[in-house]
C-alpha cells in the first residue's frame, strides 16, 4: 500500500489501520471536508478579489438576474480538497485510483478554460470544441483499459441489472462505450448545475452509491454471495469515493441558498467526469442511469426542448433544463433543490437493490 501516511507504519503499530479500506476511506471524507470547509472562506475572497464573477443568461429566469457577479470557479475547492485528501489516504499503486484522478484532472483543466475564456473573452468554448475535448479523454479512458487489462480486473463485459448469467462482451467497442458514458455524465452535471446546490445533492449521493459498489465489487466474498463481477483493485475506489463526498458536502457548505460561489464548469464538468468513470471501474454502467438519473433526467429535457423546437416549433417545457421549467411555474429555488434531491436519493436506492435482486 503506497499512501502518504504508508510510511509512518514503521515508527508505531497505530498506523497499521491504514490497511483497512473503510477506515481510510472515512478519514479521506474527513479531511476532504475540512480541507473545503478551511480553504473556502479563502478562496471565496480571492474569486471576489480577481472579480471572477458569474454571468446571467439573458434568457433566464428574472429572479436569477441577482446571482449575477456571484464567484464562480469554485470547482476549484472541490477538486483541491479531493485530490488532497486522495494524496493522504488513497493508494497510489493501485492504477484504477491514478485512471479516475486522471479523467478528473483533464475535464478539470477544460472547464477551467471555458470558463476563463467567459469571464475574460467573454465566449465559451464552442459546443463542437467541448464535445471533441471530452471524447478524447474519454475514448484515452477506454482505449487504457482495453489495452491494459489485468488479471481479475475491468473487463470489456457488461453487468446487467437483475441478470446473473448473461455478460455480454463488448468486445473493442467498449472503448466508444466507455466514452459516451464519461461525455454524457460530464454534461449531464454540467447541465444541472443551475440552481444554488442543485448539483451537489445527486453527486454526495452518487458518491455514496459508488463508494458502496466499489467496495462490494472489489471484495471477493461479498461479490460472490451477491453474483457481481468481482473486479480485483475497484475497492480502493471507495475511498476516492469518501474523498469526493467530503469535497462535495463541503463545496455544499457555500454553495447551498443563497449560494456564496458556485462551481463552474471546472467543478461540473469534472465531477460529472468523476462519477461516470467511476461507474466504468466498479462496473456499475447500466445503473449509472438510476445513480445518476436526476442528471439524466436533466440532460433528456435538454435533448427533448431541442428536438420538439427543431422538429415542429414548439417547446415541451417552459425553459430547459427541467429545473428551469419549475421555477417559470412558480416553484421556489429552494423547494425545487430538494424535492429533486429526493428524486435523486430515491433513484439511487433503486439502482442499490439490484445488486441483491438478480
Given at each position: 500500500?503506497?499512501t502518504?501516511?504508508?510510511?509512518?507504519?514503521?515508527?508505531?503499530?497505530?498506523?497499521?489501520?491504514?490497511?483497512y479500506?473503510?477506515f481510510?476511506?472515512a478519514?479521506?471524507?474527513?479531511?476532504?471536508?475540512?480541507?473545503?470547509?478551511v480553504?473556502?472562506?479563502?478562496l471565496?475572497?480571492k474569486?471576489?478579489?480577481?472579480?471572477i464573477?458569474?454571468?446571467i443568461?439573458?434568457?433566464?429566469?428574472?429572479?436569477?438576474r441577482?446571482?449575477?457577479?456571484?464567484?464562480?470557479?469554485?470547482?476549484?475547492l472541490?477538486l483541491?480538497?479531493?485530490?488532497?485528501?486522495?494524496?493522504?489516504?488513497?493508494?497510489?499503486?493501485n492504477?484504477?485510483?491514478?485512471?479516475?484522478?486522471s479523467?478528473?484532472a483533464?475535464?478539470?483543466a477544460?472547464?477551467l478554460y471555458?470558463?476563463?475564456?467567459?469571464?475574460?473573452?467573454?465566449?465559451?468554448?464552442?459546443?463542437?470544441?467541448?464535445?471533441?475535448?471530452?471524447?478524447?479523454?474519454?475514448?484515452g479512458?477506454?482505449?487504457?483499459?482495453?489495452?491494459?487489462?489485468s488479471?481479475?480486473?475491468v473487463?470489456?463485459?457488461l453487468?446487467?441489472?437483475?441478470?446473473?448469467e448473461?455478460?455480454?462482451?463488448?468486445?473493442?467497442?467498449?472503448?466508444?462505450?466507455?466514452?459516451?458514458i464519461?461525455?454524457?455524465?460530464?454534461?449531464?452535471?454540467?447541465?444541472?448545475d443551475?440552481?444554488?446546490?442543485?448539483a451537489?445533492g445527486?453527486?454526495?449521493?452518487?458518491?455514496v452509491?459508488?463508494?458502496?459498489?466499489?467496495?462490494?465489487?472489489?471484495?471477493a466474498?461479498?461479490?460472490?454471495?451477491?453474483?457481481?463481477?468481482?473486479?480485483?483493485g475497484a475497492?480502493?475506489?471507495?475511498?476516492v469515493c469518501?474523498?469526493l463526498?467530503?469535497?462535495?458536502?463541503?463545496?455544499?457548505w457555500?454553495n447551498?441558498?443563497?449560494?456564496?460561489?458556485?462551481?463552474?464548469d471546472?467543478?461540473?464538468?469534472a465531477?460529472?467526469?468523476?462519477?461516470?468513470?467511476?461507474?466504468?471501474?466498479s462496473?456499475?454502467e447500466?445503473l449509472?442511469?438510476?445513480?445518476?438519473?436526476?442528471?439524466?433526467?436533466e440532460?433528456?429535457s435538454?435533448?427533448?426542448?431541442?428536438a420538439?423546437?427543431?422538429?415542429?416549433?414548439?417547446?415541451?417545457?417552459?425553459?430547459?433544463?427541467?429545473?428551469?421549467?419549475?421555477?417559470?411555474?412558480?416553484?421556489?429555488?429552494?423547494?425545487?433543490?430538494i424535492?429533486?434531491?429526493?428524486?435523486?436519493?430515491?433513484?439511487?436506492?433503486m439502482?442499490l437493490?439490484?445488486?441483491?435482486?438478480?
Amino acid at each position: 500500500m503506497l499512501t502518504l501516511l504508508a510510511p509512518f507504519a514503521k515508527y508505531h503499530i497505530a498506523f497499521n489501520v491504514l490497511r483497512y479500506i473503510t477506515f481510510r476511506t472515512a478519514m479521506a471524507l474527513l479531511t476532504a471536508l475540512v480541507f473545503s470547509l478551511v480553504l473556502g472562506p479563502w478562496l471565496i475572497r480571492k474569486l471576489h478579489d480577481h472579480q471572477i464573477g458569474e454571468t446571467i443568461r439573458v434568457d433566464g429566469p428574472e429572479r436569477h438576474r441577482a446571482k449575477a457577479g456571484t464567484p464562480t470557479m469554485g470547482g476549484l475547492l472541490i477538486l483541491g480538497a479531493l485530490f488532497g485528501s486522495c494524496l493522504l489516504w488513497a493508494n497510489f499503486q493501485n492504477r484504477y485510483v491514478w485512471a479516475v484522478l486522471s479523467v478528473t484532472a483533464c475535464l478539470g483543466a477544460l472547464g477551467l478554460y471555458d470558463d476563463w475564456l467567459k469571464l475574460r473573452r467573454h465566449r465559451p468554448l464552442k459546443i463542437r470544441e467541448k464535445f471533441l475535448a471530452q471524447l478524447a479523454i474519454g475514448l484515452g479512458l477506454g482505449a487504457y483499459l482495453y489495452r491494459y487489462p489485468s488479471d481479475g480486473g475491468v473487463t470489456t463485459q457488461l453487468v446487467v441489472p437483475f441478470v446473473k448469467e448473461w455478460v455480454p462482451d463488448l468486445g473493442l467497442s467498449y472503448i466508444v462505450f466507455v466514452a459516451l458514458i464519461v461525455v454524457g455524465a460530464s454534461n449531464a452535471v454540467n447541465l444541472t448545475d443551475g440552481l444554488d446546490g442543485l448539483a451537489m445533492g445527486p453527486v454526495i449521493v452518487a458518491a455514496v452509491a459508488f463508494g458502496i459498489i466499489s467496495y462490494v465489487t472489489g471484495h471477493a466474498r461479498l461479490s460472490e454471495y451477491l453474483f457481481i463481477l468481482k473486479v480485483k483493485g475497484a475497492g480502493e475506489l471507495t475511498v476516492v469515493c469518501g474523498a469526493l463526498m467530503g469535497a462535495s458536502v463541503g463545496f455544499l457548505w457555500f454553495n447551498s441558498y443563497p449560494a456564496q460561489v458556485f462551481m463552474g464548469d471546472v467543478g461540473s464538468l469534472a465531477l460529472g467526469g468523476a462519477i461516470g468513470t467511476l461507474a466504468v471501474l466498479s462496473k456499475a454502467e447500466l445503473l449509472l442511469p438510476f445513480i445518476g438519473g436526476l442528471f439524466v433526467i436533466e440532460a433528456l429535457s435538454v435533448i427533448l426542448q431541442v428536438a420538439s423546437f427543431r422538429l415542429t416549433g414548439r417547446r415541451i417545457f417552459r425553459m430547459a433544463p427541467l429545473h428551469h421549467h419549475f421555477e417559470l411555474a412558480g416553484w421556489a429555488e429552494s423547494k425545487i433543490v430538494i424535492r429533486f434531491w429526493i428524486l435523486a436519493l430515491l433513484m439511487a436506492l433503486m439502482a442499490l437493490t439490484t445488486l441483491k435482486l438478480r
